[in-house]
């Protein structure tokens, strides 16, 4: 019987993770098959229910789902329960377990696709929703010297910034805008961007979220936005001096840790990302 996988989301018709995973089970020949499933959140308890029995083997789950899912979930893995959010689920028999996958996929884009080491670094993360508080609980477990988090919202930033606070010393939290952000932004290592500021069919298209503030030019700048793939921060970075990273890295890398949560197998990541790379140029 056909093995089936998919990805819970409302809406999702711009989702490449169709392309990607099912090109990685095609090159093992695995008789599986990877669906996008667009589920309404009055729908999700249901959908999610149905994963319990086969041939369901898990799922993946994007916006905005990655919190409410957990109420409908067995067992929360420690990542996820602390990022607070889910990104992929796995069954073993009739029970469901939820992981988080953004913090390891962030991570291993940094270093092997930005060339970038963290530990040690200063890091100024945009945003304090769940793609921020992956990337501020990936940092932290990899030993960055001090952080700074700004969100449109402070109390949001705040309010990760003291949750965070007892793992390591030095967290900062500020509005996206003024006279610290940009000090911050004129002296850190690594600058990610954990908002959706820039992302394509959003009301902020066409917006970077440090418009006008000066870039270290020695720093890295990672958009966790890929579509597009050259976002307007990113083109700022480049003409600021400094390096620049692209969200689809770690889409992919999240997507095959994601893999391997399901199939015990080593992800194909080439193969994954020729997949993704050919999924985005027809989509855009
Ligand atoms: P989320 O939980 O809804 O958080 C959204 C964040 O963006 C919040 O910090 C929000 O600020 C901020 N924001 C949204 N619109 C804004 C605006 N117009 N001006 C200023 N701030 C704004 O979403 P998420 O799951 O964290 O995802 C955030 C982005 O990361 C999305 O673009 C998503 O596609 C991307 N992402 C990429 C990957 C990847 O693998 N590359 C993985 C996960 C997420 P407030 O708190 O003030 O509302």
């Not at 009055?42 to 799922?59: C, F, I, S, T, W």
């Not at 304090?128 to 700004?150: M, T, Y």
Request: glycine share 10%; hydrophobic share 40%.
């Amino acid at each position: 019987m056909t093995k089936l996988v998919g990805i819970f989301g409302y809406p999702l018709a711009h989702s490449i993770s169709p392309a990607f995973q099912q090109a990685a089970f095609d090159s093992y020949s695995m008789d599986v098959r990877y669906e996008a499933w667009p589920v309404p959140p009055d729908d999700l308890e249901r959908a999610v229910g149905k994963l319990r029995a086969e041939p369901y083997m898990g799922a993946n789950v994007t916006v905005p789902h990655k919190q409410q899912v957990m109420e409908f979930i067995d067992t929360i893995d420690p990542v996820a329960a602390r990022i607070g959010a889910v990104n992929t689920i796995a069954r073993s028999g009739e029970s469901l377990t939820g992981y988080n996958t953004d913090a390891t996929g962030f991570i291993r884009s940094l270093r092997e696709r930005g060339g970038f080491e963290p530990r040690g670094c200063r890091a100024l993360v945009l945003g304090a929703g769940g793609a921020a508080r992956a990337a501020v609980f990936g940092l932290i477990d990899e030993g960055v010297e001090s952080l700074a988090i700004a969100n449109r919202t402070l109390e949001r930033a705040e309010s990760l910034a003291n949750e965070a606070s007892p793992l390591m010393e030095g967290i900062s939290a500020m509005p996206l805008h003024g006279d610290e952000l940009s000090r911050i932004a004129a002296t850190a290592d690594l600058i990610v961007n954990s908002t959706s500021i820039g992302m394509r069919h959003t009301d902020s298209e066409g917006n970077s979220p440090l418009a006008g503030v000066r870039i270290n030019p020695r720093s890295l700048v990672c958009d966790m936005v890929y579509n597009p793939q050259d976002t307007p921060l990113l083109k700022e970075a480049r003409a600021a001096g400094a390096r620049t990273l692209g969200g689809l890295p770690m889409l992919i890398y999240q997507g095959a840790a994601a893999f391997e949560i399901w199939t015990d197998k080593e992800a194909p990541v080439e193969v994954m990302f020729r997949a993704g790379e050919s999924a985005m140029a027809e989509s855009s």
